[in-house]
């Protein structure tokens, strides 16, 4: 399991620029011009994780299999994308499928690049932006709970819990504010997730500044830093434009590119720990001569649930999980040592995985 993050913004912030640089393609054009994506770009990335080579070079991994990422690079939204500006319709449309949000801001102040509301302010955009996804789904609401009358007059039990949600979103968009901001019982997340609002996906802004301020960022910057803080959300500095240079280089060439700007790492690694931070997911590794391999689940994942990541009769007929800290073997020299030193431990299916955690699963075939 991964997860898919979409880029959205407003036209000509950089989106394009920031998804080639992500994936290190040309895919997406990027152009200074209003909806140069047409349909939506879709890249995977590997996850970085140091730990993970780290652990392949302990026990001689022949083959090194980092998580995986998605982005999917959503054409730019304007003021009416809810009544179907610009592109809208179909562009909201894609939002529904991401599970978290990416809002690239312009940040940055540049003559040549045009604005397609004639000035620079990002946390304006990023409130353009977010009314016309609640106004989308205040539509959508109005019509699902419509749909529902029937069956709400005929006792469904499923109908009325969908409504009850509905109800509870529609209650908030009409304040002003996002259906992530619904408190949602356990018993109701699965049906809560099937409801697919726009407004309920997490967000991550993403701070466009020009190469000068990459490390530091700027005005622009500070002030969607406290706007993300005053929403509960994340955000991070980026400059696209860099970001796109430094994916054209080898490694070494980007590592000492990276350090004459002032930069301990490259903007894919900070977006995407943000991206992880804000959906709360860990990593877990399975580790032997064959392959090291990363795997992706949700903080408090159980044990049986995290080997059904890597095949579902590993959930079925799990056994118990032979489990070794990241640190343990590491420090130790690997598996043997830290079997010996009374560091694996013997988890049954209560055990919450953690982040880090070295997994070997036994399971009834």
Same mark, same amino acid.
């Given at each position: ?83 179907? #500006?610009?592109?809208?319709? !179909? ?27 004639? =000035? ?42 969908? *409504? ?10 009409? #304040? ?11 018993? *109701? ?6 409801? !697919? %609002? ?11 500044? #020009? ?58 690694? =900070? ?7 804000? %959906?709360?997911? #860990? ?48 420090? %130790? ?18 055990? %919450? ?13």
């Amino acid at each position: 399991m991964g997860f898919k993050m979409g880029i959205v913004g407003m036209p000509n912030v950089g989106k394009s620029t920031l998804f080639n640089a992500l994936t290190k393609t040309a895919a997406a054009q990027a152009a200074n011009f209003p909806f140069c994506t047409i349909e939506p770009n879709v890249g995977e990335v590997n996850v970085p994780d140091k730990r993970l080579y780290n652990l392949a070079e302990i026990a001689g991994s022949k083959a090194i299999i980092p998580a995986r990422m998605t982005f999917v690079d959503i054409a730019g939204l304007v003021k009416g994308a809810s009544k179907g #500006e610009g592109l809208g319709n !179909q562009f909201l449309a894609n939002i529904r499928e991401v599970d978290s949000i990416a809002h690239v801001l312009r940040c940055f102040e540049d003559g040549d690049v045009t604005h397609v509301e004639g =000035r620079v302010d990002p946390v304006e955009d990023a409130d353009v932006i977010e009314t016309e996804l609640m106004l989308a789904d205040l539509e959508s609401i109005e019509k699902r709970r419509a749909g529902l009358v029937r069956k709400l007059k005929g006792n469904d039990k499923e109908a009325a819990q969908q *409504d009850k949600l509905l109800a509870a979103a529609q209650a908030l968009l009409e #304040e002003g504010k996002p259906a992530r901001l619904v408190e949602v019982d356990e018993e *109701d997340v699965k049906v809560w997730k099937t409801l !697919q %609002l726009l407004t309920s996906k997490k967000i991550l802004y993403v701070c466009n500044v #020009e190469e000068a301020n990459a490390s530091s960022g700027n005005a622009h910057s500070k002030a969607v830093a406290k706007m993300a803080e005053e929403q509960g959300a994340g955000h991070v500095i980026i400059s696209a434009q860099i970001e796109e240079e430094i994916s054209q280089l080898e490694d070494d060439e980007a590592a000492m590119f990276l350090e004459e700007m002032g930069l301990e790492e490259a903007g894919l690694d =900070r977006l995407i720990r943000a991206g992880y931070e804000l %959906l709360h997911l #860990e990593t877990y590794f399975t580790v032997g001569p064959k392959e090291a391999r990363a795997w992706t689940i949700k903080e408090g994942t159980l044990a049986p649930q995290a080997a059904g990541v890597i095949h579902g009769d590993f959930e079925k007929g799990f056994i118990r999980a032979e489990t070794i800290a990241f640190d343990d073997f590491v420090t %130790l020299g690997g598996e043997g040592p830290a079997k010996e030193a009374g560091k694996m431990r013997a988890e049954g299916k209560g055990y %919450l995985v953690k982040d880090g955690d070295v997994m070997h699963f036994l399971f009834n075939k």
